[in-house]
């Protein structure tokens, strides 16, 4: 057939294969978005499980650490809780000399690296130290309490390292625990992240 002569689409087919078009390209963008926001609902239920995770394995550590009689829980509703939480963790890189009176401060230095938490230091804060006692035995291990009385920033460990001189009032549970070479260096060191909203308001011995 020769081209002149050879039939093509009318108006009227090209414009039913419009709209044909345009009704499946609808349906292919609507199983889109429905696929989309499944996916969406079901990355929000997932992350909220891991949250609800990550609070009933947190929460029962942080309950245990509390005092109510001090003021450790600062908000609690139906829906929320505020609480004094132990956020921050080095090493002692130069240990405490211990011995000395019950009633004298003592002054140690943790490690800049590894740091975990805010590294901001407030000076009504308390901390704990790990108290190791006699190295050949468990039953004296325990945490010390003190309260946070100067930082220096930047210090150095005895090893040339970076870190921070603390200045702490220790709360002796008994005279024999202030003895020297109680606390080893490399011992645990925690704190809370200091915030206006969550400070321990020089709560001495409150552990």
Known sequence: MPLLTRRGFTLIELMVALVLLAIVAGGIYKVLVTN?????????????????????????????????????ILVMTATQIKLRAMRQLSFLCTPPVLGGGLGTTVSMT????????????????SVLVYYEGNQATRNDDTWLPAELRNVTNPSTCADGTPGYQLTVMPTWVGAALNGAAATTKGSPFRANNAAPTNRNQGTTGKW
């Open 36 to 72: 989309q926001q499944t996916y969406l609902a079901q990355t929000q239920r997932i992350d909220l499980q891991q949250n609800l995770r990550a609070g009933v394995t947190i929460l029962p550590a942080d309950f245990r650490e509390l005092d109510p009689a001090d003021g450790d």
């Open 110 to 125: 943790v490690r800049q690296t590894p740091f975990y938490g805010n590294r901001v230091f407030d000076n009504s804060d």
